[in-house]
């Protein structure tokens, strides 16, 4: 007979509802390009960077990257999100053929890696919004 710990344990976790929370996020200089946003589709996120937003990274559902100057390289859904050591997502970059600066005395920081899905549509105010904002797309009634 399975006992209960172990069954639990069989049963994946389930994400909360989507409430279609966009994160416009800053991009660093090696995610500048429309090259590694169509192969890559890696955002990563030190866990002590302060947070410009009023939504928990957990509870974003889109990552509007955006360029250097103006607009964005697309609205892109959040397909898996974790939080690992730096020294782990450098591993993930260099398996994608992407170079990411190695920082040994950062190696153990703890970061949100968001894996991301094909870029969708973008709703038409997105490009009004600067880095560090969320825009709500989707309005539910209770």
Same mark, same amino acid.
């Given at each position: 007979?399975?006992?209960?710990?172990?069954?639990?344990?069989?049963? =994946?976790?389930?994400?909360?509802?989507s409430l279609g929370i966009i994160a416009v996020v800053?991009?660093?200089?090696?995610? #500048?390009?429309?090259?590694? @946003?169509?192969?890559?589709?890696?955002? !990563?996120?030190?866990?002590?960077?302060? /947070?410009?937003?009023?939504?928990?990274?957990?509870? @974003? #559902?889109? $990552?509007? =990257? /955006?360029?250097?100057?103006?607009?964005?390289?697309?609205?892109?859904?959040?397909?898996?999100?974790?939080?690992?050591? !730096?020294?782990?997502?450098?591993?993930?970059?260099?398996?994608?053929? $992407?170079? $990411?600066?190695?920082?040994?005395?950062?190696? /153990?920081?703890?970061y949100w890696l968001f894996r991301l899905g094909e870029?969708? =549509?973008?709703? =038409?105010?997105?490009?009004?919004?600067?880095?560090?904002?969320?825009?709500?797309?989707?309005?539910?009634?209770?």
């Amino acid at each position: 007979m399975e006992d209960e710990v172990h069954y639990y344990k069989s049963v =994946p976790e389930v994400k909360s509802p989507s409430l279609g929370i966009i994160a416009v996020v800053a991009i660093r200089s090696d995610m #500048d390009t429309s090259h590694y @946003w169509k192969t890559c589709r890696l955002y !990563r996120l030190p866990m002590n960077t302060k /947070q410009h937003f009023d939504v928990l990274p957990e509870r @974003w #559902d889109y $990552i509007a =990257p /955006q360029k250097k100057g103006s607009g964005h390289y697309g609205l892109f859904p959040i397909m898996e999100e974790t939080v690992l050591p !730096r020294s782990e997502i450098i591993k993930i970059y260099k398996e994608k053929g $992407i170079p $990411i600066n190695e920082k040994p005395t950062c190696a /153990q920081d703890k970061y949100w890696l968001f894996r991301l899905g094909e870029p969708i =549509p973008a709703p =038409p105010d997105l490009n009004r919004l600067h880095r560090g904002r969320i825009v709500n797309v989707v309005t539910r009634t209770v």
